[in-house]
């Protein structure tokens, strides 16, 4: 028998713990939504109160402001409804301001931060609502609408505003410490844009009290201040671009007198795609010398005293970073000290004279409202989703990074402060240098030598030449493997960033999880004390493999080249691809004799093969070809090395570029932010080993060989 049921989805009662404690961020993220709910309101100002119990059984958190407030219907159809859509339908406060909620959970958020909360909101009209909410009962409700909620109202004389009153027990008391109540002052303080005229004259100040906490948090009562943006920058670039992709930027340099600014006009012949963009960037170098200087022309704390070197560096490194803005506040993480979310870092490893790190730059990107720029905040308040406005918003904020890269590296040239010359070059000096070998012939011809002792001299230097030529090669091999490893710093970076994570996030708790333990001897404390202290041995053991795969590219001096397990080496270097294979469902498959041995050095295999699969990585993904796979085969004949054949499914390489050899010449890239530099250090790397690499033309992906020179070859 066939039945028709109308159904409807009821959310379990604790779905409201899910987009509160489970879908945001951590406490930080928890405090800044009722800091921008208190903007929204129209208030003027925020205060947040911590003050722990006398007998630190628990604490209060108090969050106050003298907004609008909420009427009764409002808390009922609003305040009370999860995933509500009246922020995002109104845009904007009665007072004109640009809503900074609008997913309808950042108020949940107190669920993370205590185990109830106590609303007193009073209108305009004087009218006083009271909300009290204890979060365990949704824990085991069945249905969220099962637990009941009171809701008082009355008339009041009581000042318009909303006051929250969050408390929670000695385990939420523990999540607060020194460096939390740090952490979140600066986060108070990026929370802001460090440009006044982003909100005119509508101010919004916030206020921290903390009070009455265990002995090593000190008491706080400060009015909180935007991080400023220093004018004793270095090199500066800033500008507006319009939507249409149009725009003018300015560049200055105040490292020198009397310098002109320049205006750069810049036309991206296209759409940004993420809207207008107001950008501000500074730039700082940090070699001693400049850092002196730095402060000789001023530089000061926050209070205006002057600063030595370490507490100048100290301050560079608290203020860097390029916070993202929406309506004059900050988008977590982008713009913390952590999170390079310009892959800065990244592009310096690969040309560390041009490129600026992340901790040398102190700036800000203003961006549009999410329907204008397509720029959309995650619910879990941690960055913007990363669609193709995002990608947009990195590959523009880098184009203007880049303008001031290339000004700033001719000037450094130019006033002699880029880095001395390197041992190599006056190496190669003397390599080609004949003045020593020209005064010894000149000398012993003077004492009438015979031809005999001018061929000895002669033998003698190229013995001498030949010793330098040996070491500038080596030093290059070096070069070359370290210049491998920051290719594929991505991959280490994309491994290590969850182990870090945990780390960050879990010896902190470890710590609070003992003290806990010690004093109460609970069996539940124990058992999450072990249970983080197994999940960081696990996180450490990660780490062990991981530097043990990257080992050999990072040597540091050159070992003996001795017999290897060929087929064991190339899987290890597959190894550190290990995760980025996996995610982009790449199979590998490496055929060849287990016990095959190959004399070389095991750098140079690692940076031949890295570069390849470097390479296929980024051409099947970029491409997104159906069929992904690696194919290495090595063919042997007994103890003598035939070939290895390399094979991927990629788009494959255009045979004119295949009958030139063009690939193997450095800064030669089809990538649009290649470097040109792997297939020819890979190339460099076979030939230290008497091997070469050579491309072939294939119907099917790109195909490389590498196989023994021949004994007539050079």
Not at 295 to 316: H, Q, V, W, Y
Not at 481 to 506: C, D, M, W
Not at 624 to 640: A, C, F, L, S
Request: proline share 4%; glycine share 6%; charged share 30%.
């Amino acid at each position: 028998m066939n039945t028709n049921t109308i159904c409807r989805i009821r959310p379990a009662g604790r779905h409201i713990l899910t987009i509160g404690r489970d879908l945001i961020q951590d406490n930080y993220a928890a405090v800044l939504e009722l800091v921008k709910n208190a903007y929204d309101a129209d208030s003027p100002d925020v205060h947040l109160e911590f003050k722990a119990f006398d007998d630190l059984s628990g604490y209060s958190i108090v969050v106050s402001d003298h907004g609008h407030g909420m009427s009764t219907d409002d808390i009922i159809n609003k305040w009370m409804v999860p995933s509500t859509s009246d922020k995002r339908d109104r845009r904007k406060s009665p007072l004109g301001r640009m809503m900074q909620g609008s997913k309808g959970v950042g108020r949940y958020a107190t669920s993370i931060l205590g185990s109830n909360l106590y609303l007193e909101t009073v209108t305009t009209v004087g009218e006083k609502t009271t909300v009290y909410l204890e979060w365990e009962p949704f824990k085991d409700a069945t249905y969220l609408d099962d637990v009941e909620i009171i809701v008082e109202t009355e008339k009041t004389s009581e000042p318009q505003g909303t006051r929250l009153t969050i408390e929670g027990d000695k385990e939420f008391l523990s999540e607060w410490g020194k460096g939390q109540f740090y952490k979140l002052r600066d986060e108070l303080k990026k929370l802001q844009s460090p440009v006044s005229t982003v909100f005119g004259k509508d101010e919004f100040c916030i206020k921290l009290t903390v009070n009455d906490f265990p002995e090593e948090v000190e008491n706080i009562d400060e009015t909180i201040e935007p991080y400023p943006l220093f004018d004793l920058f270095d090199y500066r670039i800033s500008g507006k671009i319009n939507e249409n992709g149009k725009g003018t930027l300015t560049y200055s340099c105040k490292k020198a007198r009397n310098t002109i600014e320049e205006e750069i006009p810049l036309d991206l012949e296209k759409d940004t795609g993420c809207g207008e963009l107001d950008i501000d960037i500074r730039v700082y170098d940090r070699e001693p010398e400049a850092i002196n200087t730095l402060i000789s022309r001023g530089l000061t704390d926050e209070s205006g005293e002057p600063l030595g070197k370490n507490e100048a560096r100290r301050l560079l490194n608290t203020y860097n970073g390029i916070g993202v803005y929406r309506n004059g506040f900050r988008i977590r993480p982008l713009g913390e000290r952590t999170f390079d979310w310009l892959e800065l870092d990244k592009r310096r490893v690969n040309i560390p004279a041009r490129c600026v790190g992340s901790n040398q730059t102190i700036g800000y990107v203003q961006i549009q409202a999410q329907d204008q720029s397509g720029l959309i905040e995650k619910s879990a308040r941690d960055g913007l989703r990363e669609n193709t406005a995002f990608n947009q918003l990195k590959a523009i904020t880098t184009l203007v990074i880049t303008q001031l890269e290339w000004r700033r590296y001719h000037y450094r040239r130019k006033e002699g402060l880029s880095r001395p010359i390197y041992k190599i070059e006056q190496n190669l000096q003397q390599l080609f240098s004949s003045e020593a070998l020209k005064r010894n012939v000149r000398t012993q011809l003077d004492k009438g030598a015979k031809a005999e002792k001018i061929i000895e001299l002669i033998e003698q230097d190229a013995k001498d030449k030949n010793k330098v030529a040996e070491e500038i090669r080596q030093v290059v091999a070096i070069y070359q493997g370290q210049a491998t490893l920051g290719k594929i710093i991505n991959v280490i970076l994309h491994e290590g960033r969850q182990p870090l994570s945990y780390f960050r996030n879990q010896i902190p708790n470890l710590r609070r999880r003992y003290e806990f333990f010690r004093k109460t001897k609970s069996q539940t404390a124990f058992e999450r004390l072990m249970r983080i202290a197994e999940g960081i041995e696990q996180n450490m053991d990660f780490f062990v493999k991981l530097f043990s795969r990257l080992d050999p590219l990072a040597a540091g001096r050159r070992p003996p080249r001795k017999p290897l397990k060929l087929k064991k080496t190339i899987e290890g270097t597959l190894d550190v691809f290990e995760s980025q294979l996996e995610t982009h469902k790449i199979s590998v498959q490496v055929k060849g004799a287990d016990d095959f041995m190959l004399s070389v050095w095991e750098q140079d295999l690692y940076t031949i093969f890295t570069n390849l699969i470097d390479n296929s990585l980024y051409w099947i993904r970029e491409k997104d070809v159906p069929t992904r796979k690696i194919m290495i085969e090595i063919q042997t004949n007994g103890d003598t090395l035939n070939c290895i054949d390399y094979h991927d499914t990629g788009p494959g390489i255009e045979p004119s570029l295949i009958e030139s050899e063009v690939i193997f010449e450095p800064q030669f890239s089809t990538k649009p932010d290649g470097t040109g530099l792997g297939l020819a250090i890979a190339g460099e790397a076979a030939n230290r080993n008497k091997l070469e690499l050579k491309v072939l033309e294939s119907e099917e992906g790109a195909h490389f060989i590498l196989q023994p020179k021949m004994e007539n070859e050079k």
